[in-house]
């Protein structure tokens, strides 16, 4: 069976400063990785997604993930947070041949001025 | 521009009450999913289905039943809801395939039973 661990469940950080969430999983199979935000009153959306090939991806706003197998661990970075980043991440993993998604508890991220 | 539409954003049923929340989608999406967001638990899958009339239960089915009828469209019923059931309730869609696919989600209804 798959999990999947976030670290932190609340992070504050000041607009323009870096940031990592940290996601890390266990599956004794491979796996499809994934991050989805959901901002305020809203569904989650997806933000970006390891599927196989170069371990970095990136989104289009600006954040990265990289996929490192041997620390199972896929956290996501951005090296300059804008207040609209506010929300709430999640790490999310599938597996080939799966139907299901399995989520991790969320990370709120809340950026100050 | 892809779209999962869910009948009400906020609802509020008594104990014992049958409730039915409504999912559609336009994507032609075989794959449909009911998961419950609580904080610190994230998202619990509670039923999915692959296809028209098929349903599989998730992690938590207990309270809760489905219906898909229709392609498009994926019902989740609490057959007699209490208050252990208040929550957010979110619908999502993938495409077909094996777990490469992400999920479309629909807004959420929030759920509260008094």
């Known amino acids: 069976a798959q999990s999947v661990t976030q670290l932190d469940s609340q992070v504050p950080v000041f607009e323009e400063a870096p940031v990592e969430l940290r996601c890390n999983y266990s599956?004794?199979?491979?796996?499809?990785l994934f991050w989805y935000v959901q901002y305020p009153n809203q569904g989650l959306q997806l933000l970006l997604k390891?599927?196989?090939?170069?371990?970095l991806v990136e989104s289009i706003n600006g954040f990265e993930a990289e996929f490192n197998k041997s620390q199972t661990s896929f956290h996501l970075r951005k090296p300059s947070v804008h207040i609209s980043d506010t929300a709430e991440y999640f790490c999310a993993v599938s597996v080939t041949g799966g139907f299901k998604t399995i989520f991790g508890a969320g990370t709120r991220l809340f950026v100050k001025a | 521009d892809v779209k999962v539409t869910q009948s009400s954003r906020y609802l509020v049923k008594r104990t014992g009450e049958k409730v039915f929340l409504e999912c559609v989608q336009d994507m032609d999406h075989e794959n449909m999913f009911w998961y419950r967001q609580d904080p610190g638990l994230g998202l619990r899958l509670i039923y999915f289905?692959?296809?028209?009339?098929?349903?599989e239960k998730g992690d938590i089915p207990e309270g809760y039943s489905v219906s898909r009828e229709k392609k498009e469209r994926f019902s989740l019923i609490l057959e007699s809801a209490s208050t252990n059931q208040t929550s957010m309730y979110l619908c999502?869609?993938?495409?077909?395939?094996?777990?490469?696919?992400?999920?479309?989600f629909g807004p959420g209804t929030r759920l509260t039973v008094t």
């Open positions: 390891y599927l196989s090939g170069s371990t």
């Open positions: 999502a869609s993938s495409p077909p395939g094996t777990g490469v696919y992400e999920q479309y």
């Open positions: 289905s692959y296809d028209v009339k098929m349903k």
């Open positions: 599956s004794s199979v491979s796996v499809y």
